[in-house]
């Protein structure tokens, strides 16, 4: 359950020692509890990960961490290192009234939601963790001082994690800043450099760790063009890095099965085999085919 030393991911600084580890351990894995969108259960990613060789695996289902207590069993059974976490839907509005009206952004609207993926460092992190998401879905919560803290509900049908909440449990979790949905690659995306700076500041002293999260999703101009920003800003706030393959299904031959999942929460729809690719199995991409080597270069140089 523990994750001592920060994410050990590819491409992971270890901050103040000088050493980069070329190790790769997936930090960003959905299990059939991220419900229309992972398939697998938490002991069959275990057991996978176990057979790929892999010391740890972490367990980040959307929304909720009902698969924390079969993941940590069978990581254990498995003999590898569970690392539990969560993607929380975050969204970077306290105030409730403030957010039905987009936040103060110009043109008004709804403040978007976004992604955040939180490990738990600690026994600290675990309980916090817990009472982030019970405070989130019920939108209340029992910090040491009692009294109601802005969760936003589960309207949506996930808790919303608001700043109060991570300003309240953040202590013994590990944060990265998201996959493309996250508020800072949303930004970076939208050009918005300075609010991108600004809000992964912000993040950054919420928790006891945080880390610029380098989403791999193929090799197009968009997605290089996002990990060059988000580059240049962790270089900028002296941020560590690390590297993530959001993994949704164990096996290359559970891909069939997830992209007709997705389409059962999105009607009419069945997502492209590989236009482009957002999710992959467990195993690291294959060499030579979308293994990130060249940006694994350029982390190495670049930190
Ligand atoms: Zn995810």
Redesign the pocket.
Known sequence: MTCPDGPVGAGVRRTGRGAVSAAFVHL???SHF?LL?GVGSPAALAQEARRLGMPALAL?D?GWAHGAVAFYRAAREAGIQPILGC?VLFDPVDDPAVRRTGGGRAGGGRAPLH?L?LLVRDETGYRHLNRLLTAAATGSAGGPGGGAVGGGGAASGLPRVTPALLQQFGRGLIALS??PQGQVPALLRAGRWDEAVRAAAEQRDWFDAYYIELPYRGEGEEARRLVGSLLRLARVLDLPVVATC?V?YPRPQDAVAHRILRALGDPGRLVPPCTPPT?WPLPPPAPGRCRPRRWRLRFLLTL
């Open positions: 960003h894995v959905h991220s969108d980040t959307l993607e992604h993926t998201g996959c959001e949704h999710s």
